[in-house]
């Protein structure tokens, strides 16, 4: 399994669950909440400035709740 951290405040988790599926081009649902090393990551070595980014309008990859692609 590949996993990409999002750090978030606890308080937006429920948040992000609801959601993502509506953008499954770009995220998925939680798979994990809590420690990375219980995932078996122990190393998260992310360097600020690696992300990717572009002109694509958000709305390209909405889909409607329920109806997945």
Known sequence: MVVSMRPMLPELVETAIRVTPEVP???GSPVH????EDLG????????????I????????????GEPS
């Open 54 to 65: 572009t002109d694509v309008p958000e709305s390209t990859y909405r889909e409607p709740a």
């Open 33 to 36: 909440v809590g420690s990375p």
């Open 41 to 52: 990551i122990a190393d998260i070595n992310h360097a600020p400035g690696h992300m990717f």
């Open 25 to 27: 081009k770009v995220h």
